[in-house]
T-cell receptor
Framework: GENVEQHPSTLSVQEGDSAVIKCTYS??????FPWYKQELGKRPQLIID?????GEKKDQRIAVTLNKTAKHFSLHITETQPEDSAVYFC???????????FGSGTKLNVKP | DAGVIQSPRHEVTEMGQEVTLRCKPI?????LFWYRQTMMRGLELLIY????????DSGMPEDRFSAKMPNASFSTLKIQPSEPRDSAVYFC????????????FGQGTRLTVV
């Protein structure tokens, strides 16, 4: 099956700085890579996703990059704000089984 | 649609008791996942159903855990007997299988086994 590794496990940045979270995956058949944000006590919710036919996708302050050759993808948050503080999960999906394999999560703390 | 609905939201039970968690996926979704979340292990996939059929239950920790999906609108996750180490938040998620698409999560059930 798929193995998704996520780093770092915790990340603390100053408000206004950028934050980068990185993930690697093992199954070359995976072709869908969503990112979820989980606020304290709430459910994970999709914030951005990317498919394997695209190398980069941006949505306002959030961007995701994908390197299929190296099997890694990253989440970039620019101009961080305190409300960005949460746990972020990356995931990789195999098209044959549509199972979402999640990374272990990154706890992001944005200090005002 | 009200989204993925899980019940109960919170469950406190004594060790050895049977626990049943329930999930109603989004109408029209044909894939359903059960996840367990703990601080130590993050989000773990327990079992995955497609068109009501269990496709992969390799994540189910042991025989004390079982899951069913009798129809497209209902699934249960049962733990019998429960143990303190089963304490976690259990999430149900659903999606459509055709094309890789977003998985929507329920609110989760916080289980505490004392």
């Amino acid at each position: 099956g798929e193995n998704v590794e996520q780093h770092p496990s915790t990340l603390s940045v100053q408000e206004g700085d950028s934050a980068v979270i990185k993930c690697t995956y093992s199954d070359s058949a995976s072709n869908y890579f969503p990112w979820y944000k989980q606020e304290l006590g709430k459910r994970p919710q999709l914030i951005i996703d990317i498919r394997s036919n695209v190398g980069e996708k941006k949505d306002q302050r959030i961007a995701v990059t994908l390197n299929k050759t190296a099997k890694h993808f990253s989440l970039h948050i620019t101009e961080t704000q305190p409300e960005d503080s949460a746990v972020y999960f990356c995931a990789a999906s195999n098209p044959n089984f549509n199972k979402f394999y999640f990374g272990s999560g990154t706890k992001l703390n944005v200090k005002p | 649609d009200a989204g993925v609905i899980q019940s109960p939201r919170h469950e406190v039970t004594e060790m050895g008791q049977e626990v049943t968690l329930r999930c109603k996926p989004i109408s029209g979704h044909n894939s359903l996942f059960w996840y367990r979340q703990t601080m130590m292990r993050g989000l773990e996939l327990l079992i995955y159903f497609n068109n009501n059929v269990p496709i992969d239950d390799s994540g189910m920790p042991e025989d004390r855990f079982s899951a069913k999906m009798p129809n497209a609108s209902f699934s249960t996750l049962k733990i019998q007997p429960s143990e303190p180490r089963d304490s976690a938040v259990y999430f149900c998620a659903s999606t459509r299988t055709e094309k890789n698409t977003e998985a929507f999560f329920g609110q989760g059930t916080r289980l505490t086994v004392v």
